[in-house]
């Protein structure tokens, strides 16, 4: 199976400053990887580099021709003035697809139906009115990786999708998102901080501090997450 993305020896500086060192990735159709590592590990500044935003000062950076043409949807953290968005969630989820509408001033009826149907498939429809800052934490989630699926039906970005969200609306979202993935095929991609469920969630986890310190199966680095712990490290 060919890489979508591969980076190889690949530097990245965030303002003037060395982000990441070195890096060598491949992620393949259908990986669920999460990207995890301290604050200013690296991480945010991978994902603009994958969302095409950042450049490698050095080495580079590879993307599938169908990712490049709109194949990344991104679900970034969210702001408090973003949680305060006053819209409805349809006009949320159909703003989606705007990557497709190209120059025309109004929505076709394609992408409409598009909408409706991933409101269907996340189990929103009947709030399709709802005003999105009146929602939950995880009907909000639920809202914007229905947006996203509007994008594209290859690759999610997710940026620390949980924050903020109670115990069962993070239950959920990880139910969702192993459907999206195992059922529907979609590349997962994720920056969390939540070791202790993702390393049970994803297939592969990206470990940086600036440089690789692991990339491999879930269940090894869950396993020597263990080791370590036992060993008082």
Not at 90 to 106: A, C, I, K, M, W
Not at 111 to 132: F, W
Not at 176 to 187: A, P, Y
Not at 192 to 211: E, F, G, M, P, Y
Request: proline share 3%; charged share 25%.
């Amino acid at each position: 199976m060919k890489a979508v993305i591969t980076c190889e020896h690949a530097d990245f500086k965030y303002e003037n400053i060395d982000a990441l060192i070195d890096l060598n990735l491949e992620i393949f159709p259908g990986d669920y990887l999460c990207i995890v590592g301290e604050n200013g590990s690296g991480k945010s500044t991978l994902v603009k580099g994958l969302l095409g935003l950042l450049k490698p000062t050095r080495g580079s950076i590879a993307i599938a021709e169908n990712l490049r043409r709109g194949g990344i949807g991104y679900l970034p953290q969210q702001t408090a003035a973003q949680k305060d968005f006053p819209a409805t969630v349809y006009e949320v989820v159909l703003s989606g697809t705007l990557g497709h509408r190209g120059n025309r001033p109004f929505y076709s009826g394609e992408e409409r139906r598009m909408a409706e149907k991933n409101m269907e498939r996340l189990g929103i429809t009947d709030l399709r009115k709802r005003c999105y800052r009146d929602l939950s934490g995880g009907q909000q989630q639920r809202t914007l990786i229905a947006r996203a699926l509007c994008a594209t039906e290859q690759m999610l970005i997710l940026d620390e999708p949980i924050a903020g969200l109670d115990p069962a609306a993070i239950r959920d979202f990880y139910h969702l998102v192993r459907e999206l993935n195992h059922k529907d095929g979609i590349t997962i991609v994720m920056v969390s901080h939540d070791l202790a469920n993702v390393v049970t969630q994803a297939n592969r986890i990206l470990h940086l501090q600036q440089r690789v310190l692991y990339d491999g199966p879930a269940k090894e680095y869950a396993q020597r997450m263990a080791a370590e712990e036992a060993a008082g490290e």
